[in-house]
């Protein structure tokens, strides 16, 4: 099919979507979960093909964790969509109603946006965690994964398209771009006609290949440099605890730890069991030149490396001396993603939380909480590094903006 025919099929899909009761809705999406469930062995096999062509590909082992789907992974996906299902729908929701001087009844409502379009890499729960999302909020989707995943999403698409035709509602609800080149994906973010806004979720050169080549609006979702602080009246063990899980639980998502930053005052005593913990784990550390004096296997760290999204067994580590060196540092190098200190002094906590300019600021938890699952949303779209509109994991109400409704009784302006 071709794309500017999917377009026109989502807009018109969007103009019945919204008028989809919430019982329906939720309907489709138990209905998904459980065909999720029962077709576990139909995606891992699609999702195998993918994975022998990535390993083919030479694709990093933390890419290949990424890609894969187990059945746990589909089940723990089946529990996001449902969870979805179980949330309040924002749709419709009045948020505001005024009378004005002259008796008009002047509200706001919540709606949907429309179409959205996923530009998406190779991570194929998005494609469940984007429709799921895009559908309850009344909105179509068209989704664009990466080559990498095709066989999984195509895979997942048609459990969607069939769970929607079982339930009586339009499969065109949802599409899925088969033809993965750069120049579809190119015409697809200059479609204006019909899709509302893109949203990108991957790689630093996805997002901004994106943001550069669009004409539809974007949300830009953002790459993660996510900096832990270890401030000077950190507990030790805490600190360990909280950067192995960080650094070192999954290394190719966004919200892994990729810089560490420890006060000079507590170094002596927790750098020790930091090199400890990554020469176990086998995470190459790059460090300034403070951080080198204690152990002469850290390599010198440049500009580029505390920059840096690594998305593998590789940490940049900065030591200061104050915590207001470590808040320049961090808000120079950071992406906006998501940034913890451990500490116990409490005015330092609130500096921290106060001064950080990032999307998701920690005390005292690892930055691999920033989740639209763990944050309660039930799943979410994405992670948004900007400031307008939505910030942060993106869940049900970043896919809906506002329309104006008035009550009058006859009113003219005079």
């Given at each position: 099919m071709e794309l500017e025919q999917m377009g026109a099929l989502a807009k018109e899909a969007s103009r019945k979507l919204v008028k989809l009761s919430k019982p329906i809705k939720n309907a489709c999406l138990l209905s998904i979960a459980s065909n999720l469930v029962e077709e576990a062995d139909?995606?891992?096999?699609?999702?195998?093909?993918?994975?022998?062509?990535?390993?083919?590909?030479?694709?990093?082992?933390?890419?290949?964790?990424?890609?894969?789907?187990?059945?746990?992974?589909?089940?723990?996906?089946?529990?996001?969509?449902?969870?979805?299902?179980?949330?309040?729908?924002?749709?419709?929701?009045?948020?505001?109603?005024?009378?004005?001087?002259?008796?008009?009844?002047?509200?706001?409502?919540?709606v949907p946006l429309g179409v959205i379009g996923m530009i998406y890499e190779s991570r194929p729960n998005v494609t469940i965690d984007a429709f799921s999302l895009c559908f309850k909020t009344g909105n179509a989707v068209i989704l664009r994964g990466g080559s990498d995943a095709i066989h999984s999403n195509i895979a997942l698409v048609d459990i969607i398209k069939t769970s929607l035709i079982e339930n009586h509602v339009t499969p065109n609800a949802v599409f899925l771009l088969e033809d993965t080149s750069r120049e579809t994906a190119t015409k697809m973010m200059q479609m204006n006609e019909y899709i509302d806004v893109l949203i990108p979720r991957g790689g630093a050169g996805l997002i901004q290949s994106v943001v550069k080549n669009a004409t539809v609006p974007v949300i830009e979702t953002g790459t993660g440099n996510c900096h832990v602080y270890i401030d000077?009246?950190?507990?030790?063990?805490?600190?360990?605890?909280?950067?192995?899980?960080?650094?070192?639980?999954?290394?190719?998502?966004?919200?892994?730890?990729?810089?560490?930053?420890v006060h000079s005052g507590i170094a002596s005593k927790v750098m020790p069991a930091i090199l400890e913990l990554f020469k176990e784990n086998e995470c190459e550390i790059r460090g300034d030149d403070l951080a080198q004096a204690f152990d002469e296997k850290i390599l010198p760290a440049t500009e580029e490396d505390f920059a840096q999204e690594f998305l593998d067994k590789i940490i940049s580590v900065k030591i200061v001396d104050s915590i207001t060196e470590a808040i320049a540092h961090i808000n120079h190098y950071s992406t906006g993603h998501s940034e913890a200190i451990v500490t116990s002094n409490y005015e330092n906590a609130q500096r921290f939380?106060?001064?950080?300019?990032?999307?998701?600021?920690?005390?005292?938890?690892?930055?691999?909480?920033?989740?639209?699952?763990?944050?309660?949303?039930?799943?979410?779209?994405?992670?948004?590094?900007?400031?307008?509109?939505?910030?942060?994991?993106?869940?049900?109400?970043?896919?809906?903006?506002?329309?104006?409704?008035?009550?009058?009784?006859?009113?003219?302006?005079?």
């Open positions: 139909m995606i891992i096999e699609a999702n195998q093909k993918d994975l022998d062509n990535g390993k083919l590909n030479n694709m990093p082992q933390a890419m290949l964790d990424r890609l894969s789907l187990t059945r746990k992974r589909i089940e723990a996906i089946a529990e996001g969509v449902r969870q979805v299902a179980a949330l309040e729908d924002p749709v419709g929701e009045v948020v505001s109603m005024k009378e004005r001087p002259n008796g008009l009844l002047i509200g706001s409502k919540r000077e009246s950190a507990d030790v063990d805490m600190a360990v605890s909280i950067v192995k899980n960080a650094k070192l639980q999954r290394l190719g998502v966004c919200n892994a730890c990729e810089s560490l930053v939380l106060n001064e950080i300019d990032s999307a998701a600021v920690y005390v005292n938890a690892s930055t691999r909480f920033t989740d639209g699952f763990e944050f309660g949303f039930g799943a979410e779209i994405g992670i948004s590094t900007q400031k307008l509109h939505a910030r942060g994991p993106m869940g049900l109400e970043a896919l809906t903006t506002n329309k104006y409704i008035i009550y009058g009784n006859g009113q003219v302006r005079p």
